[in-house]
């Protein structure tokens, strides 16, 4: 019986620490894989993913994070100009458009203040929540924000309704639409975020759609004018 016991004594003492070791090395290797997947508020939360492996999805850089702060402002102003043509648009097609593109941008804006939140950088504000800051003028007071529209332009656009609204509307949200795509084009080759090059995609293909359809109805409106 004692030689039992005493066999019986180190098994014991044996599992109780291979139990112990794999409760430490699931620990360390959650530690781990929450900083790749959350990542860090540094803009390079793939600083931790092995060389020569794919990033994972949550890994993201800063260009990640300026894609994020660039597109929500842009968006925001895209869905102010698709409200306007509620009450001022006369094509029942133009109102159908601008539905659609506050279909499309209002759930992503809300998408990348969530990946900026969870990455712990600064989400851009907005007059109201959507609304702009108009006090720039003309273009130049949106440096490096392709295709934006500045206080004049938007003014401008407030003051029309009817088919002057629908023209002027098209055009200006053709060269946004086009500021869009350039921003996303950038985000699909230079950033690292998975979602985010996944949503860059999807502007590309969406927009340049519109940006056809759009071109399509001013030279139906300037035909028309024309003649």
């Known amino acids: 019986m004692s030689s039992s016991i005493r066999t019986l004594a180190p098994r014991a003492a044996l599992v109780a620490a291979t139990g112990a070791a794999a409760v430490v090395l699931a620990a360390c290797g959650g530690d781990g894989a929450d900083r790749a997947a959350g990542g860090a508020g540094n803009g390079d939360a793939g600083g931790h993913a092995p060389a020569g492996t794919p990033s994972p999805q949550g890994a993201h850089n800063p260009q990640d994070v300026a894609f994020a702060q660039g597109m929500i402002p842009h968006h925001r102003q895209a869905l102010e100009m698709a409200r306007l043509a509620a009450d001022r648009a006369s094509s029942g097609t133009v109102k159908d458009l601008a539905g659609r593109i506050e279909k499309a941008q209002d759930p992503e804006i809300r998408t990348m203040t969530g990946w900026l939140k969870s990455w712990g950088e600064k989400v851009p504000g907005g007059a ?37 609204f629908d023209v002027r509307f098209l055009t200006l949200m053709v060269e946004h639409h086009e500021g869009a795509v350039e921003m996303a084009e950038t985000e699909q080759s230079k950033g690292r975020y998975a979602p985010a090059k996944a949503m860059a995609g999807d502007i590309v293909t969406a927009q340049n759609a519109e940006i056809g359809e759009m071109n399509k109805l001013l030279g139906k409106s300037e035909s028309k004018s024309a003649g």
């Open 128 to 164: 109201g929540g959507g609304g702009m800051d108009h006090s720039a003028s003309g273009r130049s007071g949106m440096p490096g924000m392709p295709g934006m529209m500045g206080g004049e332009d938007m003014a401008a656009l407030e003051k029309l309704s009817g088919k002057a």
